[in-house]
């Protein structure tokens, strides 16, 4: 395969990855994707476990991001991107207990800031990629299984814990889902399952974490 039919090939995947950015050049994002997409067709090994589209994912954002953040005229420094990673963990760790999503002002309170310094944050890191860009399918209310240092290790221990005690295909849907990000078809890919098994298995797997977690 040429290098151009390498591209053409994965041009909707590109396309698909450079959604996920605001505020740049369209065709810059391409470019960079194109590169994304050749370094990893150099490093790819096919072992039948891995389709390239999913290997090259990490590739292709990677080469996007490092673009957009070498090109950016409004710069964020260090401590806001810091922040709003602190934000994004404390929504998920308070989503998780709270059972419902938090308000600013619940998020604000745990950190221990004020509700203006939490949207000043996310406003100004979401000028180039959005924290809340629409994925392949939503997930809703206590469907983020948050690693965070915002969760105690009684937390953290407890939850690996209750993961442990589903059936290994489960315990692969909820790690592929919730600690490596992957969509429901992406790891209905993974696991050669249908999206709609990997859906039901999903589903019924967070009701039982669910349920032993308001036991605990």
Known sequence: MTTDELIKVNMPLIKHIAQNFYNVSFEDLMQAGSMG?????????????????????????????????KDRKIKVNKETLKLAKQIELT????????NRMPTYEEIAKFLNLSPLQIREALIATNEFISLDAPKEESR???ETIPCSEKISLDEKI???????????????????????????????????????????YEKKSLERLKKMYEVA
């Open 158 to 200: 407890t939850l690996e814990d209750n993961i442990n005690t589903l059936p290994l295909s489960e315990q692969k849907i909820i790690r592929y889902r919730y600690y490596n990000d992957l969509s429901q078809s992406e790891t209905a890919k993974r696991l050669g399952m249908t999206q709609v098994m990997v859906s039901r």
């Open 91 to 98: 929504k998920n760790a308070l989503s998780l207990k709270m």
């Open 37 to 69: 997409i050749l370094k990893a067709y150099k490093k790819y090994r096919q072992d039948g476990t891995t389709k390239f589209s999913t290997y090259a994912y990490d590739y292709i954002f990677g080469e996007m991001y490092d673009f957009v953040m």
């Open 140 to 142: 809703d209310l206590y």
